[in-house]
């Protein structure tokens, strides 16, 4: 998952993570649910070592329960407090692959021993869902696939899972200073899961989302087969750009394609209280942000601070201040914004900036996957007890609405929370609703992420229903059949599937909320790649062949599988499968 990262407010601001033909698929859920009293470490252990290319290799990076090292692996990645408590479920085994063949044993093994799965690239799931699962389990944490290579002259890049999106941005600016990529604010998400959810950030009015950006993908199956975009088909990659790649297979890598961005571009950041006609300037925004320029965007941070209800302007332009005045000057002279507010700099210091990180730290923090600044105007940290959701606006809310809204804010609860309006249009609303998974396209003005802190477990329950009282308040003012939400901003309150079967029908609760008619051509897929349904979470795509014994050749009983035709697997002179080259 994952997209903007998990950051606290002390300052109360975010600126913005294969079967044998002849089975039951009942007996494999039920294998998994009674796994505890019969699995064995050791046997599993066997299997990687019999299936990696490397035996030898693959014991380094396997952690199991009794390892002194499980912990730290486990947490490293964990941005949500709420999922390292100590009844939260723990893998058995932790497995960090550092190349194809160990993914692929993972998931033989898995299959074998009655294992699910989960994926973890960079642990900013909302809900848990990449690093906690109900039944017995292993993680495949991509963190060691993090290899990025940069053409600046074809003006892609290749990004391995595992990257974060701050390194991402690293090594492309240590590329050229003119090109970036479309995606999320937070240093350290990762790559793979943001990339497969959508993927949204300052530029996506010119550009769309990361997903959007994407010109082929490296991913591994239920049946351990490495896929690239001619081989898995149109269909397969289609899904897994914008529909969640945990259900679908291991995402191992991406290739994006970079955008432009000029030499300079301008950062302005102004706060209004209420005091300042906050209200009347954030209802005026509504009418205008999803038009301006699509080299414009403005974000609204909605927040307390020292007690106090605020709207917080945050914006970046691509080109000079003496280009953006007389834009707002004519757009929106609401804001009152002046010279002094602006401040220019390159578009890699602009992504820093919007990270938390002051002007004049070293870029080399946007390399630090464990940073603890991120998001945040003054001190922060990405790792906190959090819960988030997503809206999406069709018609600017009423003015007389937003003091329902202040009146949440001013609960005990709400004091560490926000509420984030993104502003839609430019590219977004060029793009078809089906074009990739993600359907929330023309006719949104502007989305809405939600969320929530806290300090200790204790408190959980009263902030989550803090945040489900507002919104709840927030119903009339949002899209509606259905109520549009965001992957990357899991929220399991819109549905789930049963551990066990989980028929279209119930998933579509919670899918069409997600995908709206998207969610029919994600289970043709699902059904298509994965019929047994191996790859599943509480929120993956089900298929739809599911309780049926297949006992014929799956050329004849099921849709048609992606080629199997796979690239060959001899390395490079950079130690990577020559099929997965970044040349």
């Not at 209004?272 to 209802?283: F, G, K, M, W, Y």
């Not at 001013?410 to 793009?431: D, H, R, T």
Request: with cysteine.
């Amino acid at each position: 998952m994952k997209s903007s990262c998990t950051s606290i407010i002390p300052f109360a601001f975010i600126l913005l993570l294969s079967y044998d033909c002849c089975v039951t698929f009942a007996n494999i859920h039920a294998t998994s649910s009674v796994l505890d009293d019969h699995y064995d470490d050791n046997l599993f252990l066997d299997c990687l070592s019999m299936h990696s290319d490397n035996a030898s290799s693959i014991s380094e990076v396997i952690y199991t329960k009794s390892h002194s090292s499980y912990s730290s692996v486990l947490n490293f990645s964990i941005q949500n407090f709420r999922f390292s408590t100590p009844n939260t479920p723990k893998p058995q085994v932790i497995v960090t692959p550092s190349d194809v063949s160990q993914i692929q044993a993972a998931i033989k093994c898995s299959q074998k021993h009655g294992l699910e799965v989960r994926i973890r690239s960079g642990g900013h799931d909302f809900e848990g869902l990449s690093f906690v699962s109900e039944v017995p389990f292993v993680i495949i944490d991509l963190l060691n696939l993090s290899e990025i290579s940069v053409d600046a002259e074809e003006q892609t890049a290749w990004v391995q899972a595992g990257a974060t999106l701050g390194q991402l941005y690293y090594r492309i600016a240590e590329k050229s200073k003119n090109l970036g990529f479309s995606g999320g604010l937070c240093p350290t998400v990762g790559a793979g899961g943001h990339i497969s959810g959508g993927g949204y950030g300052v530029m996506l009015r010119k550009f769309g989302l990361a997903a959007d950006n994407i010109v082929d993908a490296h991913l591994i199956d239920a049946k351990g087969r490495f896929l690239d975009r001619k081989s898995m088909g149109e269909d397969l990659f289609w899904a897994i750009r914008g529909g969640g790649g945990a259900s679908f297979g291991v995402i191992v890598a991406w290739k994006v394609r970079l955008v432009t961005v000029p030499s300079t571009v301008t950062r302005f950041l102004v706060t209004r209280s209420l005091d300042q006609n906050a209200t009347e300037i954030v209802h005026k925004w509504q009418y205008v942000a999803h038009k301006f320029h699509e080299d414009l965007f403005i974000e609204v941070t909605l927040s307390r601070v020292n007690s106090m209800m605020v709207a917080i302007f945050s914006s970046v332009f691509l080109g000079g201040v003496d280009r953006l005045l007389p834009m707002m000057q004519e757009s929106f002279p609401e804001l009152g914004l002046t010279k002094e507010d602006c401040t220019e700099m390159s578009w890699i210091e602009s992504v820093q900036n919007l990270a938390g990180f002051e002007k004049g730290q070293s870029l080399d923090l946007l390399l630090d996957r464990d940073s603890q600044s991120n998001g945040v105007v003054v001190n922060g940290t990405t790792k906190a007890f959090f819960k988030g959701k997503a809206d999406y606006v069709k018609e600017p809310i009423p003015v007389n609405a937003f003091e329902g809204i202040y009146d949440n804010f001013n609960e005990e609860e709400g004091q560490i929370a926000f509420m984030v309006l993104v502003p839609y249009g430019g590219k977004m609303s060029e793009i078809s609703e089906s074009e990739t998974p993600y359907p929330h396209r023309a006719g949104n003005i502007y989305k809405i992420f939600y969320g929530v802190f806290w300090g200790e477990d204790g408190a959980s329950q009263r902030h989550i229903d803090w945040l489900r009282r507002l919104y709840s308040y927030m119903t009339p003012y949002v899209s509606k059949n259905p109520r549009g939400a965001y992957i990357n901003y899991r929220d399991l309150d819109v549905g789930t599937n049963n551990q066990g079967h989980t028929s279209v029908e119930q998933a579509s609760v919670w899918g069409n909320k997600y995908f709206k008619n998207n969610f029919k051509r994600l289970v043709h897929v699902k059904t298509m790649v994965d019929p047994h349904d191996f790859f599943r979470n509480e929120q993956s795509i089900p298929p739809l062949i599911y309780n049926l014994r297949i006992s014929c050749p799956e050329s004849t009983c099921s849709p048609s599988p992606p080629s199997e035709t796979t690239p060959l697997l001899t390395e490079d002179s950079n130690g990577f499968p020559s099929s997965y080259s970044f040349q």
